[in-house]
């Protein structure tokens, strides 16, 4: 057995025991002690025959468990087409391993797939269009997304950075810095959507990127040459748009024996994220401080952001991160798109082009408006035939034509408060998405 493998076995299986132990469900591998033999096949040892098989290849634990959490009020409520949602849930360490969990999953059936990052996605694309399976991300902000050949299958609950880049300029801006600097991983498809984009929308405020570092991808410590560039140019605030929360912290802490004082601008990958806290070094040493907006969080005000909250918190005994509510509404619009795909095709195994095309229609107007907090008389509504409009703990947002969201976007701002090492997230935007 080789190290990927391993690797996948090891992952596959933790996931498996998360799903079994903290949602109640199961992929069909058993329950078995310590001495229990592994599966062969661990992923496809998770698809349950007798059920709707839906899955996830996560980044983080806490999306994980958001779409675990979403599939278990699913399943309280009573189901979809009259069987068990089994919501199969992974956390892939890398690119690598997200393809091959990925392939996997479609290999072994599922109907529907959420997948995390755009590289992620647009790796995975090839597979999922020969199985004919939608992929909905929360996390996928490149631009590539909205143009790729895609056959439809590609649904974001998340803002592209064609949108979300020109709110991080206006920070940097209304923070009184005019000279940027733009740090991204060569080769990362977030990264340089944002390098693209984040110029134009700087300078059209009156500011200027002087300079563009890139740093190779995966690159986890070793920075000292990237970060003098960095500085040679002489900003006063320096975009940091590495994809990985811990490694995008790794280069500030490397930045702090150069004493600079320029500001650290923070996109949705590091704004308002535990892990990228956790792996500061001394945040009280950061001259310049840093700030950052992102499309992450639930509106406060959003009665069915507050329900999701409450209820994470009761199953996971913390609070949720950022990118959880996005994670959150794609289980629950998957099952409603699910529920459909049966009644209109008189199907009680739909495929995944039946599902992709019912998504629009539990998503968008016209119809009546749902919510997750109340799933249950929602997929009823569904089963007896009528028109409903999925309003979520994210936002109610409906899907264009190419699979992007329009409508309400909460958008946070994020301050870094040095001394508590916290983000103030006090600070929220609606912005409109227009069609």
Known sequence: MNTATRRLLAAATAAALALLTSCGGGGGGGTGDATTPLPANPIKAMIDPNAINIASVGWRTSTRDAFLLAAKQINDAGGVLGKRLNAIAL???????????????????????????????LNLLPQALAKGVPILTESSSSPALSTVADGDLIFRIGVSDVDATPVLANVAFDAGKRRAVVLINEGDA???????????????LGGQVVATVTIPFGLKNGFAGYLQKVYDAKPDVILNGILAADISANVLNESLPLQNGAMWLLPGTAAGNQTFLDNLADPSRLAGGARGAAATIGAYGNSSYQSFRTGYIAQYGSEPQDFTAPTYDIAMVMALAIERAGLVNNSKSPTGLMVRDSLRFVMNAPGDKVRPENIGAALALVKAGKEVDYAGAYADIDWDGVGDIVGQVPFTVFRLDTAARSWDASQQLIIALPR
């Open 91 to 121: 956390v892939a360490r890398d690119n690598a391993e997200a393809q091959d969990m990925g392939q996997q999953l479609l290999d072994a059936g599922v109907i529907a797939l959420n997948v995390s990052t755009s590289t992620r996605v």
């Open 190 to 204: 977030f990264g340089a959507g944002l390098a693209q984009l984040f110029s134009p929308a700087f300078q059209k």
